[in-house]
């Protein structure tokens, strides 16, 4: 017996998911890295529900066409700004306000479970990140000082 057509091409398409909050009012605030966006968009494109994402940093940059220090980079301001989170090599996690997600009541429980400084649906979420930023930026150029004084 053979399987239907549609239910052939239904087998081979991702399983639908749904994802609790639209993000794009809130990334537009962050003003994050034009590679920061492609990255996030693809994560969310490989992603199991849940939002665990297992991908190499060499394939993210084959897919999109950049180098592997781009997608790095991308990865450290996306972690900055709490979308995205490395668990190990390979292995990312995207905030739980923007995973994908089986059934809402699923989506509801994860954020339910989440520490209060990831949500972005804090009214001071953009203002944190901003600060978090400015820290990452001074920490950066403590060490590029550090760098270029040894180097005298």
Do not use: C
Not at 76 to 103: C, E, F, P
Not at 109 to 125: C, W
């Amino acid at each position: 017996m053979t399987m239907p057509a549609h239910a052939a091409q239904a087998a081979q398409e991702p399983e639908a998911l749904f994802t609790p909050v639209n993000l794009n009012g809130l990334i537009a605030e962050l003003n994050l890295p034009v590679q920061a966006y492609r990255v996030l968009l693809m994560l969310q494109e490989h992603q199991e529900p849940g939002g665990q994402i297992v991908i190499a940093q060499e394939q993210l940059g084959k897919l999109l066409g950049v180098s592997r220090s781009s997608v790095t980079s991308a990865l450290a301001a996306l972690d900055i700004a709490y979308l995205v989170h490395m668990k190990s090599y390979g292995v990312y996690q995207l905030n739980s306000m923007i995973a994908g997600y089986r059934t809402p009541g699923e989506a509801w429980d994860a954020i339910e479970a989440m520490p209060d400084a990831m949500r972005l649906d804090d009214d001071d979420f953009v203002k944190e990140y901003r600060e978090r930023v400015k820290q990452e930026e001074a920490t950066r150029e403590t060490r590029r000082r550090r760098s270029i004084l040894r180097a005298v």
